[in-house]
T-cell receptor, first 114, second 113 residues
Framework: DTEVTQTPKHLVMGMTNKKSLKCEQHMGHRAMYWYKQKAKKPPELMFVYSYEKLSINESVPSRFSPECPNSSLLNLHLHALQPEDSALYLC?????????????FGQGTRLTVV | GESVGLHLPTLSVQEGDNSIINCAYSNSASDYFIWYKQESGKGPQFIIDIRSNMDKRQGQRVTVLLNKTVKHLSLQIAATQPGDSAVYFCAERGTDSWGKLQFGAGTQVVVTP
């Protein structure tokens, strides 16, 4: 199994809603990532979890709250988002956080904030 | 056809021809590089990688070349097929312990019949 599974595939939410994005991998990877991707742009790193601990927060607003319940799961909790937060949210995982191991990406959640 | 990833965002290539996608990376300390392919509505898909102690690496129909002197990376696709139409991103991984990926701007490849 070399898949990173993200749910839901599409999400429309209002600015006062609370929602969560979910990501799952069963490759035994110990590094997991959240990226944000706007149309026609490269993915931008948001968070890195290494061994279930938050390693990197790229100055992401607190309305995005990551959570890593166990080594296979990664969540991104959303609250009070703005329309400019509409984007494709990608989860990725890699075997180790160090050089020489590719990151596997999920298909993403297309988020629209209205 | 040839494209500089950061300056010519779209590369149009005829089916059957070879494609060359270029990428200028920024960090001379980066020691691992990856090419990803992203089709519309999908996540990035790994194509090929190369470590900085190598100049060239070949895969199935793809070759990556690394020139550390000028911080340049290229992806060559042989006999381009319609299924190769996608956005191609180069990514560099720094030597910091967290392995952050820094993506290039991307090149849209359009394969014409």
């Amino acid at each position: 199994d070399t898949e990173v599974t993200q749910t839901p595939k599409h999400l429309v939410m209002g600015m006062t809603n609370k929602k969560s994005l979910k990501c799952e991998q069963h490759m035994g990877h110990r590094a997991m990532y959240w990226y944000k991707q706007k149309a026609k742009k490269p993915p931008e790193l948001m968070f890195v979890y290494s061994y279930e601990k938050l390693s990197i927060n790229e100055s992401v607003p607190s309305r995005f709250s990551p959570e890593c319940p166990n080594s296979s799961l990664l969540n991104l909790h959303l609250h009070a988002l703005q329309p400019e937060d509409s984007a494709l949210y990608l989860c990725a995982s890699s075997q180790f956080r160090s050089v020489g191991t590719e990151a596997f990406f999920g298909q993403g959640t297309r988020l629209t904030v209205v | 056809g040839e494209s500089v990833g950061l300056h010519l965002p779209t590369l149009s290539v005829q089916e059957g021809d070879n494609s060359i996608i270029n990428c200028a990376y920024s960090n001379s300390a980066s020691d691992y590089f990856i090419w990803y392919k992203q089709e519309s509505g999908k996540g990035p898909q790994f194509i090929i990688d190369i470590r900085s102690n190598m100049d060239k690496r070949q895969g199935q129909r793809v070759t990556v070349l690394l020139n550390k002197t000028v911080k340049h990376l290229s992806l060559q696709i042989a006999a381009t097929q319609p299924g190769d139409s996608a956005v191609y991103f180069c990514a560099e991984r720094g030597t910091d312990s967290w392995g952050k990926l820094q993506f290039g701007a991307g090149t849209q490849v359009v394969v014409t019949p």
